[in-house]
């Protein structure tokens, strides 16, 4: 049973045609979201661990699933990330995947069981 759930994105690619070089989300949560000063606090070291091992088992385009404290845990983190540089705006669509995380529906929950 989860609370909240949002798309995982594909890798982006920020490479060129000749040289591609993606960009995988597993990425920009390492690089922006565990750099939150809080996940060393009490509480938020274990959610940070379910939440790394939930999106690292999840494929791309498939629904992370957590719990609603994980999840506010893991939004409050992507508030905080501070995006910038010339990629920034690819990475945008990595920051909203997070940001558009909602209650699951009733239909999905029923053909899950």
Known sequence: MHDREFTKPHAI???????????????????????YEKWGEDGWDEAQIRIGETIEGTAPGEPVKLSLD??????????????????A?????M??????ASKPSESAEVNAN
Do not use: C, S
């Open 13 to 35: 690619n920020f490479g060129t045609a000749e040289k591609p070089a993606m960009y995988p989300f597993e990425a920009y949560v390492g690089e922006f979201i565990w750099g």
């Open 70 to 87: 994980d999840w506010e845990k893991l939004r409050e983190a992507n508030k905080a990330a501070q995006l910038k540089g010339p990629m």
């Open 89 to 93: 705006h690819k990475l945008r669509k």
């Open 95 to 100: 920051h909203k995947a997070i940001k558009q």
